[in-house]
């Protein structure tokens, strides 16, 4: 071949491969992905509505729009408590929900929301990311079909309304109360009546009468949600959702189909919403607290020593039915375990102490 025409030929072809690349990158950048959400809060209910709309939005667009995430408050599509079976057969993609309400399913699910006498959500965070919940988490949720990780905290929540004083766990017998998960069980172990209801449900059955007490999250949900208007006692500390996490469970197949890429981008994605959502609630519920007193004289009680020790006998109880049944629900609860002893003990030196002299000396 003469030195010119060689040069033409591998012109043409340095052009032609130009071409194609130029070709390529558009086409792959414009395979979408279709991600249907499905949750179990009401549209713009503040926090933790608000929340999943904002991750849904969060995810589309840090995908630059590839992937397309429709999102749907409870009842728009599947109702408060069906997220998880939508997801896991497969006609939803991912739920934003907490997972101790499958504890119907399977007892250890309770452990990746909040448990009583569980975990703060710096421990909760410890033992996710660092010490092993993580693996149990995907183990449980495997076996489910599903793939889980977790997108928002509530934090420490109230005990609860009522619409009596409770001087005595004696007061709890009978008493018709909605609190889910292991609390609820606990609950049940001291007489009362545990009942599960979605969020929407929850106001229209404690003006009825349907239920004499609720738990739900703390004074800025608790405001929104008008529960002043049936009850005025307004119980602390939780024992039953010390650190409750929501959970972005994704259907399992749907989630391994994913390139690791858009893996990362949606785990990113939902580690900045876990972080948002606790923040939001530390910055609104003491302002809301005070509203609920000034406003509406709503009486704040602390639960006494002995109501506690109650709780804690029931816990203990009811620790030991889970841990009975099967050995992923004993492994779960060691490991949790292992990791209230270890974090909790370091918490109480530290942030534990800190908070004690600091609010002392400023009299908080």
């Known amino acids: ?44 209910f503040p926090g933790l509505g608000t929340g999943a709309q904002r991750l849904a939005k969060k995810i589309t667009d840090t995908s630059d729009g590839r992937i397309q995430v429709q999102y749907f408050a409870a009842g ?104 889910p998960g292991l609390g609820g069980d606990v609950m049940a172990k001291l007489g009362a009546s545990p009942v599960s209801l979605p969020g929407g449900q929850i106001y229209e059955n404690l003006v009825s009468g349907a239920i004499e007490a609720t738990e739900w999250v703390g004074p800025w949900n608790d405001y929104a949600m008008k529960f002043y208007e049936a009850a005025k006692y307004y119980y602390f500390p939780g024992m039953h959702e010390p650190g409750g996490y929501n959970a972005f469970g994704f259907n399992k197949s749907w989630w391994e189909s994913l390139s690791r890429t858009d893996q990362m981008i949606i785990e990113a994605c939902g580690a900045q919403a876990n972080d948002l959502a606790m923040s939001e609630y530390n910055a ?26 109650a709780f804690g006998k029931g816990a203990e109880e009811v620790f030991a039915e889970t841990v009975a049944h099967s050995d992923l629900a004993r492994r779960v609860h060691e490991s949790f375990v292992a990791a209230r002893t270890a974090v909790g003990g370091w918490m109480k030196l530290s942030e534990g102490g800190y908070y004690a002299q600091r609010n002392r000396v400023l009299g908080l």
């Open 76 to 179: 728009e599509r599947v109702g408060a408590f069906d997220v998880f079976d939508e997801v896991a057969s497969g006609n939803s993609q991912a739920y934003h929900s907490a997972d101790y309400y499958w504890k119907g399913k399977h007892p250890a699910f309770a452990y990746f929301t909040s448990v009583p006498f569980g975990l703060t959500e710096n421990e909760m965070a410890s033992w996710i990311n660092w010490m092993g919940g993580q693996q149990l988490w995907d183990e449980l949720s495997g076996e489910y079909g599903i793939k889980s990780i977790a997108a928002g905290n509530t934090g420490v929540q109230m005990g609860g309304w009522f619409n009596k004083e409770i001087n005595s766990a004696d007061d709890l017998k009978g008493l018709k109360m909605r609190i």
């Open 284 to 309: 609104n519920n003491g302002a809301f607290l005070q509203k609920l007193v000034n406003e509406h004289g709503v009486v704040v009680k602390e639960f006494n020593d002995d109501v506690y020790d």
């Open 1 to 44: 071949m003469k030195r010119r025409d060689f040069i033409k030929t591998a012109g043409a072809v340095a052009v032609g491969g130009a071409a194609a690349t130029t070709l390529a990158a558009p086409a792959l950048a414009q395979k979408r992905i279709e991600m249907v959400m499905v949750s179990s809060w009401g549209r713009d």
